[in-house]
């Protein structure tokens, strides 16, 4: 039979009473709000005395909300709602309504239905993305209370619409814990950026520090003339070449030219050429693309582009492989590199420094080193004189480097060296150069049992006293030997005996005069026959 003018009035009403909620439960961003709405919505739409939304929780329907007419909070007792019946409805995924709680045979079960007396219950589960997440359960005591088909209806209704709305919510609140987390990190990223940043001005400050002119340590001749080339050369940015035997400190000058220079804040990058194949050199240089060669799974930029807008310093250019030279000028003369496996070049912003001990000019004539290239690395030349040919420094780097032992292992006074010990280091020709010099130095004051370094402590490293022996190699050289001339043997009795004079016979007065403890000196005297 068609319905009556006034049912579809009261359906209509009823439609646009779930619009009006359903705008309710859709402006409801979170999930406590939204169930709010839900339960509130229902007991007035129901007429119900009392409302309940329970939710799964670790298997079993819990208490979310519990609630009655006008949106008063229930407490204590009035707060029990019929778990038996939530879990009927959640497992059955159907409505239950009864007008008879007390004789249903459904509930009989069900403790609170009993105890409180409760006359009708309304139940409707909650599904939420298709999922049965808990249930709305509506009772009341008054015999004037039923709930009817209309009612039922209205609430599986608005339990589906209020599902909806929870998901939502739920996206939403997700999202937003979500956003807070990522800001959470971002603060936390920017207070690491910061430090890094704090960190890094600090290693670029002390790596200035370093390596400013007085890192260079020589008031020679030969150091003169490197100074007022550096001076000149820093300010500017075309390409220097540093020419040197092996040890000389080509590294220490170019590194002076960056920190010194206009790219000082920019990055230093280094590459030795001799000490990679030809294969691994050019993709170090220039990068690879992914499946270039073997071993390549990924695309890698080079040295070239790690070095952009900084320094790009070539260690012992002279090795470079023929084939990859004119690569090489191409770069440093139209700023372009090519990764090995692709065609189109990038352009690069550096400055090039390259350093070599090996005679370029006889390798451009021998055809193993390509003309053009050298005259695009030879703008600006810089020679470092070996260590032979500027003795007068030998004191000046020696205090140099027993300073940087000092400050490495946090000594506020740094080892000394006698002048006789000294003049032993003028007899030897150090074809290693500076590198040469500051390792024996590090050996002597490693092995050094005063805050001296003696004559004697010099001739007891064996491997540079036999350097030096009889005038070592200047002596060799036709150099007019010292006094130290004759044996090791007979040099560190002589030096015992003026000790032990100079000391009226006490040994342990002679030991501090030399440099060392008392027990030392008592073992030289036993191995050299003088106990």
């Not at 709000?33 to 819990?62: H, I, Q």
């Not at 920019?266 to 220039?286: G, K, P, W």
């Not at 492989?321 to 000028?329: M, R």
């Not at 030897?428 to 005063?450: K, M, Q, S, T």
């Amino acid at each position: 039979a068609p319905e009556s003018a006034a049912a579809l009035e009261a359906r209509v009403r009823d439609l646009e009473r779930l619009l009006e909620i359903n705008r309710s439960l859709n402006s409801a961003r979170a999930p406590h709000d939204v169930l709010a709405v839900l339960l509130d919505t229902a007991v007035d739409l129901s007429g119900a005395e009392r409302g309940f939304v329970l939710l799964e929780k670790a298997g079993r329907p819990e208490v979310e909300l519990a609630r009655g007419a006008g949106g008063t909070e229930l407490a204590g007792d009035e707060r029990e709602a019929s778990r038996d019946v939530a879990r009927r409805v959640m497992a059955g995924g159907a409505p239950l309504r009864t007008l008879d709680a007390a004789g249903d045979a459904r509930l009989r079960d069900s403790r609170s239905v009993h105890a409180l007396r409760i006359r009708s219950v309304l139940a409707v589960p909650i599904r939420v993305r298709g999922e049965t997440a808990g249930a709305l359960v509506l009772d009341s005591r008054h015999a004037a209370v039923g709930f009817d088909e209309r009612a039922e209806e209205l609430v599986v209704q608005l339990a589906d619409q209020a599902g909806i709305a929870l998901a939502n919510a739920s996206l939403i609140d997700e999202l937003e814990r979500q956003a807070e987390e990522i800001r959470r990190l971002n603060l936390q990223l920017a207070e690491e950026v910061e430090q890094q940043r704090v960190e890094l001005l600090e290693k670029q400050s002390n790596l200035e520090l370093r390596y400013r002119f007085d890192s260079l340590v020589g008031a020679s001749g030969p150091m003169q003339r490197l100074y007022r080339a550096l001076d000149k050369l820093i300010p500017t940015e075309i390409p220097v070449l540093i020419t040197g035997e092996s040890g000389t400190g080509k590294d220490l000058v170019a590194r002076v030219l960056h920190y010194n220079g206009p790219r000082r804040e920019q990055r230093f990058v280094t590459v030795n050429c001799a000490a990679l194949t030809d294969t691994l050199l050019e993709s170090e240089l220039f990068g690879h693309r992914r499946g270039a060669f073997t071993g390549a799974d990924r695309d890698r930029g080079g040295l070239f582009e790690q070095a952009d807008g900084g320094t790009l310093f070539l260690d012992e250019i002279g090795e470079m492989p023929l084939h990859l030279q004119p690569k090489l000028l191409r770069a440093i003369q139209f700023g372009e590199v090519r990764r090995v496996g692709e065609d189109a070049p990038r352009h690069v912003d550096v400055r090039i420094v390259a350093a070599t001990n090996r005679d370029l000019r006889a390798l451009v004539a021998e055809r193993r080193f390509r003309e053009d290239l050298y005259y695009r690395l030879d703008v600006g030349r810089v020679h470092l004189a070996p260590l032979r040919e500027r003795l007068e420094d030998l004191g000046l780097l020696v205090d140099h480097f027993l300073e940087q032992i000092a400050a490495r292992e946090g000594r506020e006074t740094p080892l000394r060296i006698e002048p006789a010990a000294l003049r032993l280091f003028t007899r030897h020709d150090w074809p290693g150069n500076v590198r040469e010099l500051e390792n024996e130095i590090v050996r002597l004051a490693a092995f050094c049992d005063g805050p001296l370094i003696t004559e004697v402590d010099v001739l007891e490293n064996t491997a540079f006293a036999e350097k030096v022996a009889g005038g070592g190699d200047r002596a060799a050289a036709g150099a007019e030997p010292g006094p130290e001339a004759g044996t090791l043997e007979r040099l560190e009795i002589e030096r015992i005996r003026e000790a032990l004079r100079e000391a009226g016979g006490n040994r342990t007065r002679a030991a501090r005069i030399l440099g060392i403890d008392r027990s030392t000196l008592y073992r030289k005297l036993k191995r050299l026959g003088e106990a």
